[in-house]
């Protein structure tokens, strides 16, 4: 099994849907991140948390929300999806002070 | 400004032939991480390797190998006898000032195909 798993691995939605992606990892990493991926555009951070009670925004958590549910799940929520939203997204972990991250497989989120 | 080029958008070359993949770094920082990753078809991003930017060795890692440099504000990756299972897309990254990787800074990816 992966270390870092993300549900579901594709969804199709329309606008003005709720949507939730999981992330749960078996790295017994405190660090958790959301990342968004456009094809040109690298990845960029949506929100991250050190640990279970802190929650911080990235550079693009407009539109987005999260919840830090246990040290080993983090969820990503779009209260209410919009085109522009289609996009590849990414669970990551880190330890602590190592940079390194490590990645979920992605859940690709098409929104009509 | 701290930002990550990769110049290269696509690369393409046939299978046994070498591959250099560019990346130029900014950073006001003295003191900063270096990254690859790589991103298969598959989907998930695999770390590859992590340079402290005090440590200018180059490193060598199989087909891999990795040059830095701190002149040219470069760390360009080289893959020698390329093969099929190498396709996928490259992303080289910067954590500026030895912060959390939440500072993670990623170019926008070099999508390398090796041909058969």
């Known amino acids: 099994d992966a270390d870092v798993t993300q549900t579901p691995r594709n969804r199709i939605t329309k606008t003005g849907k709720r949507i939730m992606l999981e992330c749960s990892q078996t790295k017994g990493h405190d660090r958790m991140y959301w990342y968004r991926q456009d094809p040109g555009l690298g990845l960029q951070l949506i929100y991250y948390?050190?640990?279970?009670?802190?929650?911080n925004k990235g550079e693009i958590s407009d539109g987005y929300s999260v919840s830090r549910q246990a040290q080993a799940k983090f969820s990503l929520s779009l209260e209410s999806a919009i085109p522009n939203q289609t996009a590849l997204y990414f669970c990551?972990?880190?330890?602590?002070?190592?940079?390194?991250?490590?990645f979920g497989e992605g859940s690709r989120l098409t929104v009509l | 400004a701290q930002k990550v080029t990769q110049a290269q958008t696509e690369i393409s070359v046939v299978e046994k032939e070498d591959v250099t993949l560019d990346c130029v770094y900014e950073?006001?920082?003295?003191?900063?991480?270096l990254f690859w990753y790589k991103q298969p078809p598959s989907g998930e991003l695999v770390f590859l390797i992590r340079r402290n930017s005090f440590d200018e060795q180059n490193e060598i890692s199989g087909r891999y190998s990795w040059n830095f440099q701190k002149s040219t504000s470069s760390f360009n990756f080289t893959i020698t006898a390329s093969q099929v299972v190498d396709s996928a897309v490259y992303f080289c990254a910067l954590i500026p000032g030895y912060s959390s990787a939440s500072k993670i800074i990623f170019g926008s990816g070099t999508r390398l195909s090796i041909r058969p």
């Open positions: 950073t006001r920082d003295t003191t900063y991480y």
């Open positions: 990551a972990t880190s330890g602590a002070d190592t940079g390194e991250l490590f």
């Open positions: 948390s050190f640990d279970v009670k802190d929650i």
